[in-house]
């Protein structure tokens, strides 16, 4: 079922998951330095147990991800993303549970209440408050969750930091010159194309340490402007002009 909620800005978005951070570092301890310790938040901020299941079993859907029981406080990833049993899967697992946070933050209070139903049910309702599923992902809710944790996991003073200690103060730019270089040395995909690649590349500096894939990496430093590409009416005059 979708759950119909409110626009919310992307800075209300932000505001939240940093609120949400300088909780957890004024309760218990200050996050000085990456990785954030999402899976520390749902029982140490939010009062929510965290588990891993066969959430797609449990729920009856091939490709349910996470889940959440407002009603029982529970949050499940499903456990195909168990960092322990798969490592390669690290990163989806912090950003899937950053994105139950975020619907716990940001959307609890516009999905109905059904603890007056419980009693028919053993334990938790057998459908989840929110469920969630590679489908439904452009979902509104879903945006907006994907957005919170990206800003949970990839905090602004810390991108800024680590930026600067590995590559200084400015950001990095992909121009014609760069395309060109690359055109020179192989590359025959489209500027877009090997403008994505280089900017992976680079993501790819960061990631580990954040604990994130490098396309949730690329994407953060590019919404911070610390990775640009000349696009559109740029790159036609430079064209022009080369």
């Known amino acids: 079922m979708e759950v119909k909620v409110p626009r919310i800005s992307e800075r209300t978005i932000e505001a939240e998951a940093t609120a949400l951070l300088d909780r957890y570092s004024k309760e218990h301890e ?16 939010l009062q929510v147990r ?14 349910a991800i996470g889940a959440s029981w407002f009603e ?11 960092p322990t049993e798969h490592p390669r899967k690290r990163g989806r697992y912090r950003f899937t549970v950053g ?49 919170f944790s990206s800003y949970l996991l990839m905090p602004r003073d810390l991108v800024l930091k680590a930026w600067r200690e590995i590559r200084g103060k400015a950001p990095w730019v992909f121009d ?9 040395n192989g590359f025959t995909d489209s500027f877009d194309v090997v403008a994505k690649d280089m900017m992976n590349h680079i993501a790819s500096d960061f990631a580990p340490q954040f604990g994130v894939s490098t396309e949730a990496m690329r994407i953060r430093l590019e919404n911070l402007g ?10 036609l005059d430079l064209e022009a002009a080369g």
């Open 99 to 147: 994105h139950e946070i975020g619907h716990w933050v940001l959307h609890r209070r516009f999905v109905p209440d059904r603890a007056s139903q419980m009693a028919l049910f053993e334990g938790r309702a057998p459908e989840p408050s929110i469920l969630c599923r590679e489908a439904n992902k452009r979902e509104p809710a879903e945006w907006q969750a994907d957005r």
């Open 226 to 235: 610390l990775l640009k590409k000349v696009q559109g009416r740029q790159l």
């Open 30 to 45: 200050p996050i000085l330095q990456p990785p954030v310790p999402v899976d520390e938040l749902p029982e140490m901020i």
């Open 176 to 184: 014609l010159p760069k395309y060109r270089t690359a055109v020179a």
């Open 50 to 63: 965290l588990e891993f299941d066969d959430l797609r079993k449990l729920v009856g859907r091939s490709d």
């Open 72 to 82: 029982t406080r529970e949050i499940y990833i499903d456990q195909s993303l168990d």
